[in-house]
């Protein structure tokens, strides 16, 4: 048996290659290139998510706080009067007999605003009288008494009063104020003071 020289085993000995394992994806292989492709791609993936969310969080709006000031104008109406109508017939006046109702309303019309109103006076303002030779009617000999106060009229609203009226006796012949003789015919005016 000859003895071979140390190390030839070694340099006499082929380089074993490498016997690549495709299932591992080595580099080189198509599985690597795939591997390496998917890499890659989850790479570039990440980076444009990030970008998004960057990009996301760029599109808040920013601001600045501050104050405000302005003027402008109004004004105050005027209110207008109140229109007040009787609504019942006054008849049979007679000297020193009880006094008569007068029934009245109240229209408040509409955009005048709730308007409040005290009591309304009743004053005759013309009585016509007859041609006997007795004393004249006068409006003297009618005495009307004041209404309750009205209060509060709400705007386009309307209210309804009451107030009286009688004749006095004046203890001479009156016959003039009948209206057989063409007296007696009253004219009245409705007034309302305001309210408190």
Known sequence: ???????SEWRNRRPRRRVLNHSEGEPGTMLGRI???????????????GVMILGGGGAAFAYFTTTG????????????????????????????????????SISNPHGNGAQNL??????VT???????????CDTSMYVPTLSAAVG????????????TI?????????????AANGGGA???????????
């Open 1 to 7: 048996m000859v003895a071979e020289p140390l190390g």
């Open 152 to 163: 509060t009229i709400a705007d386009g609203g309307t209210a309804t009063g009451t107030a």
């Open 35 to 49: 591997k390496d492709m998917k890499l890659r791609y989850k790479i570039a993936a990440g980076a444009a998510t």
């Open 126 to 136: 013309h009585v016509t009288s007859g041609n006997l030779a007795s004393e004249a």
């Open 69 to 104: 000031s302005g003027s402008g104008t109004a004004a105050t109406g005027n209110s207008t009067g109140l229109t007040i109508t009787q609504t019942n017939t006054v008849s049979g006046l007679t000297p020193g007999g009880g006094p008569q109702t007068i029934d009245f």
């Open 186 to 196: 009253l004219t009245l005016h409705f007034s309302a003071a305001q309210g408190s």
């Open 118 to 123: 005290g009591a309304v006076t009743v004053t």
């Open 166 to 178: 009688s004749m006095t006796d004046d203890t001479n012949n009156q016959d003039n104020c009948q």
